[in-house]
């Protein structure tokens, strides 16, 4: 690739928008290795608009770079708050569940009381006749 090529040549810079679009298209394309290093030959280029180009994009591609961060940051936050809902959900559950578990217990007790009263008034019973 010559740096005379398009999207590097001076031809491009006073072009219509949508050849403009087609030169902004060709810097996509190009790897990052290749616009660091054209940054990397910054006092040897003669292009300065080459250099402003691979500047640029490689911007473009740091801001890209950040939206898709913030993107996944916003994914992992309501993702985050539905699991904090589902365990919030999942305590609620196990509280109840903790509750009747007393509730079943305590009437068990009750139960249990009861039925050792009646075997020793059975028992009594026997022994009194």
Known sequence: MELKDPPFSTADLGRAPDDIAKAGEKWRSLPDDFLVGVCGRESSTEYQHVLDGARVELARRGVDAQR?????????????????????????????????????????KAYTIVLAAIGLVQILLMVWK
């Open 68 to 108: 898709a961060l913030q993107g996944a940051i916003r994914e992992s936050i309501a993702e985050q708050q539905r699991l904090v809902g589902a365990i919030d959900a999942a305590s609620d559950c196990a509280m109840k569940q903790t509750a009747e578990v007393i509730n079943l217990t305590r009437a068990l």
